[in-house]
């Protein structure tokens, strides 16, 4: 079964810059989505078809796509960042549909 | 604004079919383009992405679960439906329900999700 692979965690100091990556080989070929997760709450889209930010996200998140890697950025990260980061896309037909492993950013 | 929000049982035995209904306003499920899916969490790990069913009955399902998935919708009560049937410990889980948007059929995100329902398995 298809698969997408990201750390497992990522540590930043405040106002530093939390790079998030995401593999899977149908990338180049599918969009990726990234959510945000905060303890005990249900996922929030941060990033959609790359590189794309919802109305309300914060300008800092920004999302980018190199050959079967995408990578989530963000830059002059805040405490209010820490969280857990999933990315999502589909196998190379587009019909099934997965998310990677996810990544605890913490912030130092 | 659109919400969404799961019910069902907290607690289910094991070999039991576990069902959760997902209620939702803010969009019709007759409109074309439009959709709900299903993900769940483990304690402590990864979301799964379980089913999607579209505005045209059209429906989706995760490879590894889908003899024991089924997604309906009723459109009139603006809900969809999930079942999984012979439900494992290892099936304990939080399970969200979401609003599906997309371009093509092969684009899909969930934005926004419902707050979850966690769903134990024990006997």
């Known amino acids: 079964s298809y698969e997408l692979t990201q750390p497992p965690s990522v540590s930043v100091s405040p106002g530093q810059t939390a790079r998030i990556t995401c593999s899977g080989d149908?990338?180049?070929?599918?969009?990726a989505y990234w959510y945000q997760q905060k303890p005990g709450q249900a996922p929030v889209l941060v990033i959609y078809?790359?590189?794309e930010r919802p109305s309300g996200i914060p300008e800092r998140f920004s999302g980018s796509s190199s050959g079967t890697t995408v990578t989530l950025t963000i830059s002059g990260v805040q405490a209010e960042d820490e969280a857990d980061y999933y990315c999502?896309?589909?196998?190379?037909?587009?019909?099934?549909?997965?998310f990677g492993g996810g990544t605890k950013l913490t912030v130092l | 604004q659109i919400t969404l929000k799961e019910s069902g049982p907290t607690l289910v035995k094991p070999t039991q079919t576990l069902t959760l209904t997902c209620t939702f306003s803010?969009?019709?499920?007759?409109?074309?383009?439009?959709?709900v899916g299903w993900i769940r969490q483990p304690p402590g790990k990864a979301l799964e992405w379980l089913a999607l069913?579209?505005?045209?009955?059209?429906?989706r399902y995760s490879p590894s679960l889908k003899s024991r998935l089924t997604i309906t919708k009723d459109t009139s009560k603006n809900q969809v439906v999930l079942t999984m049937t012979n439900m494992d410990p290892v099936d304990t889980a939080t399970y969200y329900c979401?609003?599906?948007?997309?371009?093509?059929?092969?684009?899909?995100?969930?934005?926004?999700w419902g707050q979850g329902t966690l769903v134990t398995v024990s006997s």
């Open positions: 069913i579209y505005w045209n009955d059209d429906k």
């Open positions: 803010g969009f019709s499920l007759s409109t074309s383009g439009v959709g």
């Open positions: 078809k790359d590189s």
């Open positions: 979401a609003h599906r948007l997309g371009g093509t059929v092969t684009d899909n995100w969930f934005d926004p």
């Open positions: 149908a990338l180049p070929k599918q969009y």
């Open positions: 999502q896309s589909a196998d190379s037909s587009g019909t099934y549909l997965v």
